[in-house]
Nanobody, 128 residues
Framework: QVQLVESGGGLVQAGGSLRLSCAAS????????MGWFRQAPGKEREFVVA????????YYADSVKGRFTISRDNAKNTVYLQMNSLKSEDTAVYYC?????????????????????WGQGTQVTVSS
């Protein structure tokens, strides 16, 4: 069982930056692939970025590539999302998600149904 708690959201002007954190409980966090998703008002939840448990593979949605960076610190049971050059269209509730990895250490996952655990979300609002 893994519990996830996001933090770091807030209100920022367009072009600004925020860093989201996702703290996970559990002693086997290092074996979980992680992902960030977001959901804007009136829209479906969408994939943002994913990272393998070994930290050696990641995958970004085209909409955030070059602006967002995912990282993880397995010693701190935390995954981060650094968001730069924010745009109004980045406004959403951001969720982190976890999935127990098996097999290849570089596996990451980009589909909602592939994740077993979800945080409660943190609001990011970008004003134009």
């Amino acid at each position: 069982q893994v519990q996830l708690v996001e933090s770091g959201g807030g209100l920022v002007q367009a072009g600004g930056s925020l860093r989201l954190s996702c703290a996970a409980s559990g002693r086997t966090f290092s074996k979980y692939a992680m992902g960030w998703f977001r959901q804007a008002p009136g829209k479906e939840r969408e994939f943002v970025v994913a990272i393998s448990w070994s930290n050696n593979s990641s995958y970004y949605a085209d909409s955030v590539k070059g602006r967002f960076t995912i990282s993880r610190d397995n010693a701190k049971n935390t995954v981060y999302l650094q968001m730069n050059s924010l745009k109004s269209e980045d406004t959403a509730v951001y969720y982190c998600a976890a999935r127990k990895s098996t097999g290849y250490s570089g596996s990451y996952y980009i589909q909602i149904y592939e994740y077993d655990y979800w945080g409660q979300g943190t609001q990011v609002t970008v004003s134009s």
